[in-house]
C-alpha cells in the first residue's frame, strides 16, 4: 500500500480516531523503513499515478507480533488493574 | 545513515506523488482543479516542512542514539568508578608503553634519512675473505668511482676527532674528510660560499674546508663573508670556504669537512681508509648496482698484487639506512614485540573486567532487548563504552609517552643510531590512535559478541542466568588468564635470558681495572718527519713526569686508546724479519705482505709502561719499557697473551723482531721484549684480540688516552692536571673522564635492553596476577550457591578449598605449558643478544616458571578462602 492509502485506511477502520497526517505519516515510514520492518518500492497507484508503496518484511511480520503481545499484555494489565480498584 | 542525495530525491518524488493522487481525488470529487490543489496542499501541510521533519528524523534518530550511548555508557562507567579507573590506567600503561617504544622504532628504523630522495643513497663496502663488509682502501674506491656504471656521484669519507684551534678557542670536534663529490651524493649544498670542487682534492691542493651550520654560527658569529674564516687543523691552516644548511651533520656529527688526498692518496690495497656512498643513477636497482659493484671487486681481486686476507673479495651495495641501522634492527623489534605482548596481556585484564561487568548487566541487556534494541544496537553500546575507555586511556598513554620517550633517550645507549631523529611526532600520533581504535575495536566486540550470545530474554525470566551459559563465560574468562599467564611466562623468560647474559657479561673478567682511574683524552697534531715526532715523544715524557707529581697519583700511563672507549685500536698485518729485511719505503713494505709464517695479526697499541701499572695488566713473561728504551735505542714492543699463543705456540716470542711499520709509517724493526695478560679490547662479550704495544716514547702517537690511577677525588686531579697541560701548550684540547664510566658506557647497550624488558615482564606479571586473583574471584562468586549448598551437606573446608583452586591450577598448568612452548619457539630469535647461556637455558625456564606459578597460586588462594568462609544460609539466597 502506497503512504497516502496508508493513512486512509488507519483512519477508516478506527472509525476517525487516529487521523494520521502526511507530517508523522512519512517520517514514522522512513523510520520503519530504516529497521528494516517494511520495504519500499515504486509503483503505479489506482488512477496510475507513480507512488511508493511500502510492504511488510519478515522482520517487520515478528516485530508485529510482539508488539501485539505487548500490547495485549499492557491493556489485560490495566483492564485487571481497573477492575480491582 | 547520513541524508544522501539519492534517498532525497526519492523522498521528493514520494510527497510529490502524494500531493498528485490527493489533488486528483478531490478533483474526483467536484473540486476544480485550482481550488483541489490548494485544499491537497493545506491538508499534506507543506511540502518542504514534510520533508524536513523526516530528515530531522533520520539525522536525528543517529545522532540522538549515538549520544545516548555515549550518555548511557559514561553513566555505566560512572557506576563503578573504582573499575573504570583500573581499565583506563592499564589501558594507558599499556598503550602509552607501546606508543613511547614505537616511536624509537620509527625514528631509529622507519623513518626515511633526511635527505633528499634518501632511499637512493646507497653504502658500499668492500667484502672481506670471511665475507664480512668491510671499509675501502683508497685505489680500490678509485676504481670503483671509475668503472660503475650504476651511481650518479659516490664518494669516501672518513671521520676523527682532531684538535681544531683559529675558532672561538681550541676545541676538538668531529672532522670529516670527504672526496669533492661528497655534498653531491647527499643532495646537500651549501648555505653560503661554494661547494668542494675537483681541484680541492688534489694533492697538494690549497687547503679548504666546508662547515657545519651549528659550528658557524658558533665559532664565526655567523659573518656571512668568509674570506677571513680560517682555522688551523694538526698545524696546517684551512680556509672555510662554505657553510651548510642546518641539520646536515654526517657522519657521526660531524661539524667540519675537509677535502681528502691532500697528502697524496694511499697507494695500498689491503690499508682500509674510508667509508664510501653512492646516489643511484635512476632507473637502476640496488641488485643492479651490486652486481656492477660486485664485478669490479673480483676483477681487482684476482689482478692484485698484493694478497692475502686483507684484501677484498668482494664488494657489496646496501641502502644507506639499512647499513646505518643493521646492529639495532634486532634488539629494537624485540622491544616492540615484548611490549606488543604487555599490550596483550593488559587488554586480557580490560576484557575480563569489562565481561564481568556485562554479565552483571545481563538483566538490563535482556530488558532492553525486549523493549526493541536489535544486537546490533547492543553491539554498538559496548564498542561505544570500549571507544570511551579507549580513547581516554590512550590520551594518558600518550601524555605518557612523552615522558617515557625521554626516559628512553636518556637511557639509550650512546651507540644508538639516528637517535636525534625519535621524538613524538605525526606518525608516532597516527599509531596511537589506530592503535587505541583498535583496541577499543577488539574489546568492544569481544565483549558484546560474548554478552549478547545465546537468548537474552531468557536471562529476564529465570532472574539471573542459566548454569549453561554461566559456565561458558567462565570457560572464556578461564582461557583469557591462561593466555595471560602464557604470554606472561614468555616475556619473563625473555627478560630472565637477557638478564643473565648481561650478569655473566659482567662475570668476565676485563683483564685490567677500573676504579680509581681518571683518563685524559689528547690530540696533538700529525706529525710526519722524525725531528717533530721526537718533540713528541719529549712532550709526553714531560707530561708523564708532571702528572706524576699530583698529590696522590700514584700511576701515571698512556695508550693510543682505551680498552673498551670509543674508537678502539687499528689492527693490521705485521711481519716477521730480521735487520737486513728492512723495506726502505711503505710501498715496498705492502709488496711483502703475503700470507706466509712470516706474518701476523695484531691489533696496535702505542703506550708506556705505566699504563699497564695503573690498569693492573699483568706482566706474564719478560719486561715492558724500561728508562734505556729511548729515542737512540732498538724498539721495542710487548705482545699480549692470545698473541703469544697463536703465533708463536712453541716458541719463545721475546728476542723475535718484528715489522709494524704500516700502522704509524716507522719502518724501523721491534724487538719483543716481554708478554703481557689479554685485554677486552672492544666489549666484555667479544673474546680479547692479540695485541701489539710498541713504546709511546720511541714511537709517538698524535692522540692518546692518559690514565691516572689516584686515590685522591676526581675533581682536584682533574683540575691539576688541566693546568699541567695548559701550562705545557695551552692550544690542545682536553677531555677529561673516569675510567669507570668509560667502561659503563660499553655496557650500555645491553642494560638497556634488560631494563626495558624487565620493566615489561614486571608489568605484566603484576597484570597477570591481577588478572587471575579476579577470574577466580568472579569465579567465587559465581558459584557461591553451589559451594553454599555442598558446605551445607557437609563438605569440609578443605574440600572447597581444594575444589575451588583446583579450577584455578587447571587454568594455570594450560597458561604456563603454553608459555613454556611459545618460549621455546620465540627465544629463538634473541639467541644473537645471549651471552653465556643457551636459548633454552633450563634454569631460567625453571626459575621463571616457579615465580610465575607461585604468584598465580597466591591470587587464587585468597579468593578460594573467601570461599570457604561462605554462610550457606546467605549463600542459597544469593542470586
Redesign the interface.
Known sequence: M???GISRRIQQITGGTFVV???SL??AL??ME??GWITAF?GE?E?N????YYRLSRAGLK?LE?ETKRWGRITWAIAQALETS | MFFTRRVDADLEQEVHSHLEILTEEKMRAGMPAAEARRAARIELGGIEQVKEQVREERMGNWLHSVLSDCRYGLCQLRKNPGTTAVMIFTLALAIGASTAIFSVVYGVLLRPLPYADANRIMAVFEVTSKGRPSRLADPNFDEFRDQNRSFGAIAKYDENVRSVSGGAQPARAMVAQVSPEFLGVFGVYPILGRNFSDGDGKQGAAPTAVVSYGYWRQNFRATVDLSQAHLKIDGAEYSVIGVLPDGFRFPADADLWLAADLHGEGHSRTSHNYNAVGRLRDGVTVQQANRDISAIARRIHDAASEQGDYLLKDAMVLPLQDAITREARLPLLVLLGAVGFLLLVACANVVNLLLAQASVRERELAIRSALGAGRGRLIRQFLTEAFLLSSVGGGLGVLGAFWGVAGLLALAPENLPRIESVSINIPVLVFALVLSSAVAAGLGAFTAVRATAGDLRKSLAEGGGGDARSQRSQRVGQGIVGAQIAITLVLGVGAGLLGRSLLKVLDVNPGFRVDKIVTMDVSLPWAEDPKAKARQAIFYANLMERLKQIPGVRRVGAASALPMAEGGLADGMFLVMTQNEIPTSLDDLGALMRPQERTGIADFCAATDGYFQALRIPLLRGRIFEESDDANSPHVAVISESLARERWPNQNPIGQTIEFGNMDGDLRLLTIVGIVGDTHEYSLDTPARPTVYVNLLQRPSPAVTVTMLSDADTQSVTAAARGILQGLDSEIPVRFQTFSQVYSASLRPRRFNVILIGFFGIVALLLATAGVFGAMAYAVNRRTREIGVRVALGASTGHVLRMVLGQGLRTICVGVATGIIGSLALTRTVESLLFGVTANDPLTFGGVTLFLVGAALVACYVPARRATKVDPLVALRHE
Open positions: 502506497h503512504g497516502l497526517k502526511p507530517g512519512f517520517p522512513h523510520r530504516e529497521e515504486w497507484s488512477n499515478r507513480r507512488a511508493k516485530q510482539a
